[in-house]
C-alpha cells in the first residue's frame, strides 16, 4: 500500500492512516456486503436467473470472505508499504505453495465446488493474517490496538445485520421484489444515520476520493 510510503519510520501515522481506512472500508462496504449475504439468492435469481441459484452457497463464502478483507487488507499492505520486500516475498511464496498444495488436493480428491471455494478462502484469510500480524509487529502494535477503534463500527454492522436477518424472516412469504426493496430501503437508512450523525469516516471518505482523483490526473 502506497499510503504508508510517506510515514515508513513514523508509527503514529501509520496507525492513524490504518484505521482511517479501516473506518472507510467499514463504512463504504460493510452494509452491502451483508445485504448480500443475506440476499443472495433472491439476487442471484433475479439478475441471472434459476440456473444459477447452485452458485449462492459459493456466493455467500466469497462475501463473508469479503468481511475479512475489510479488516485485514489495510493491515496486510504495511510490509510493502514499510519497504518490507524480503518479508513480503517469503510470504507470496508460502502463500503460492499453500494454495497450490490446498486446492491440488480438493481437486484430486474431487470434492464439491464449495469445499473447493471454502479452502481457497482459508488459505487466503490465513496469509493475509499472517501479513497482517508480521506488519503490525514491526510497528509493535497489537491487533487490538488496530480493532479497538472500530468497536462502535461493529456494533452498528452487528444491529444492521440482526434487523436485516429479521426483516427477511419477516417478509419471507412476499415478492422479492418488495424483500429486495425494503433491504435497500434498510442500506439507505443505515447510510443516512451516518450522515445525520456526521460521522467523521465521510470526511475521511471524500477527502480520501478527492486526493485519488486529484493522483489519477497528475498520472494521466
Not at 470472505?65 to 507470496?92: C, D, E, H, N, W
Not at 424472516?169 to 447510510?191: E, H, M, P, R
Request: hydrophobic share 55%; proline share 5%.
Amino acid at each position: 500500500m502506497t499510503y504508508f510510503t510517506n510515514y515508513k519510520h513514523d508509527a503514529v501515522r501509520i496507525m492513524q492512516t490504518l484505521n482511517r481506512l479501516t473506518a472507510i472500508y467499514f463504512f463504504a462496504m460493510g452494509p452491502a456486503i451483508i445485504s448480500g449475504i443475506m440476499y443472495a439468492d433472491l439476487l442471484i435469481a433475479g439478475l441471472l436467473g434459476p440456473v444459477w441459484m447452485p452458485a449462492v452457497p459459493i456466493i455467500r463464502v466469497l462475501l463473508e470472505y469479503s468481511l475479512f478483507r475489510i479488516v485485514l487488507a489495510p493491515p496486510a499492505g504495511l510490509l510493502v508499504g514499510l519497504g518490507k520486500m524480503k518479508q513480503t516475498s517469503i510470504l507470496a511464496i508460502a502463500n503460492a505453495i499453500a494454495i497450490v498444495i490446498a486446492l491440488g488436493t480438493c481437486y484430486l480428491t474431487k470434492v464439491p465446488l464449495i469445499i473447493f471455494t471454502i479452502t481457497y478462502v482459508v488459505v487466503m484469510i490465513l496469509a493475509e493474517t499472517a501479513k497482517a500480524f508480521w506488519g503490525l509487529r514491526i510497528l509493535s502494535v497489537s491487533p487490538l490496538q488496530l480493532l479497538r477503534p472500530h468497536a462502535a463500527m461493529y456494533v452498528w454492522l452487528a444491529i444492521f445485520a440482526i434487523f436485516l436477518y429479521g426483516l427477511r424472516q419477516q417478509l419471507g412469504g412476499y415478492d422479492s421484489t418488495i424483500q429486495l426493496t425494503a433491504a435497500a430501503i434498510c442500506v439507505g437508512i443505515f447510510y443516512a444515520a451516518k450522515f445525520w450523525r456526521k460521522d467523521p469516516v465521510i470526511k475521511d471518505l471524500f477527502l480520501t476520493l478527492n486526493r485519488l482523483r486529484k493522483n489519477a490526473s497528475r498520472t494521466s
